[in-house]
């Protein structure tokens, strides 16, 4: 079972900031996946990454996946309120994914 | 489309009482997800069904927890009896194939009280 942690465990910042989080294992990905999660709803998948070093943008947020395929940020740029959720990250082997405790980020307006 | 649908959304029971949840994946999807996820915490996989068959069911608490997916389309998730631990939130997902970097599709999930 890959262990994941995730950095920091909350994060508030004001609107119009960026903010960057982290997530880290000791194991190899085959691909790592970052979901947000809003309160009272389940996960929703926001991108998928399985190339080392692989950069992918979904508007203003940029995911970027480490060279080793151990270790994935995410970066906001200029977060709005509608950004605050909870961030997990989830990484996948064969059929199974284990996600990690998850970044709560609140946007203040 | 319709998404993933639980039911209930709440409940609250006290413990050694029993509970049920129900699920009713995206029309097609061959894969089921239960998941388990105390507050703080992120989703812990407990069973894992392609079409009716179990594919891992490694971290259900077998001694307490039963699940099922009769005719490869619905899933019912029961606990009994239930214990203060399994206080949670229960969600329920689907998936096309079940490869692993397949999307999976989330339920708003089922909150459980144990009291």
């Known amino acids: 079972t890959q262990l994941l942690e995730q950095s920091p465990q909350f994060l508030s910042i004001q609107e119009g900031e960026n903010l960057t989080v982290y997530c880290n294992s000791s194991?190899?990905?085959?691909?790592l996946q970052w979901y947000r999660q809003e309160p009272g709803e389940g996960p929703v998948l926001l991108v998928t990454v399985v190339t080392g070093g692989e950069v992918k943008k979904l508007k203003r947020l940029t995911f970027q996946f480490g060279d080793a395929r151990k270790d994935s940020s995410l970066h906001i740029t200029a977060a709005q309120p509608g950004d605050t959720g909870l961030y997990l990250c989830a990484a996948s082997n064969d059929y199974k994914l284990s996600f990690g405790a998850g970044t709560t980020v609140t946007v203040r307006a | 489309e319709a998404g993933v649908a639980q039911s209930p959304r709440y409940k609250i029971i006290e413990k050694r009482q029993s509970v049920a949840f129900w699920c009713n994946p995206i029309?097609?999807?061959?894969?089921l997800y239960w998941y388990q996820q105390i507050l703080g915490q992120g989703p812990k996989l407990l069973i894992q069904f392609q079409n009716n068959g179990v594919v891992d069911d490694s971290q259900l608490p077998k001694d307490r927890f039963s699940a099922e997916r009769l005719k490869g389309v619905d899933s019912t998730l029961k606990i009994q009896p239930a214990k203060l631990e399994d206080s949670a939130v229960y969600l329920c997902a689907s998936s096309l194939r079940g490869a692993g970097a397949d999307t999976q599709y989330f339920g708003p999930g089922t909150r459980l009280t144990v009291l």
């Open positions: 029309s097609g999807h061959a894969t």
């Open positions: 194991s190899v990905f085959s691909s």
